[in-house]
């Protein structure tokens, strides 16, 4: 029977590229860490706005309480038996 000797470069180019990135990302300040982290959120919530369909935000959107604040009532079954 013939082998395959054609060794995966794949996967070991994925671990070279993600120890690259996580030494890059030890090296930097915590500074740059913070708007590296900023930037993300902000182009991930613009894509998110741009994007999804009306119809399914409301799936992933928080739940609001008059306040105004993020609501930790469960919809499971009847009613909330828990409180928090």
């Known amino acids: 029977m013939i082998q395959n000797k ?3 470069t794949g ?3 994925l671990a070279g590229i993600a120890a690259l ?3 890059k990302y030890s090296k930097m300040s915590s500074e ?3 708007n590296l982290v900023g ?3 902000a182009k991930g919530q613009k894509l998110y706005d741009e994007y999804m369909p009306e119809q399914y ?3 992933f959107s928080k739940k ?3 306040s105004g604040t993020a609501s ?3 919809h499971f079954g009847e009613g909330n038996a828990y409180s928090s």
């Open 6 to 8: 054609k060794l995966p």
């Open 11 to 13: 996967g070991l180019l």
């Open 32 to 34: 740059e860490k913070e």
């Open 72 to 74: 930790a009532n469960s």
């Open 21 to 23: 990135a996580y030494y």
């Open 64 to 66: 609001t309480t008059d």
């Open 57 to 59: 935000k409301h799936l």
């Open 39 to 41: 930037d993300l959120k």
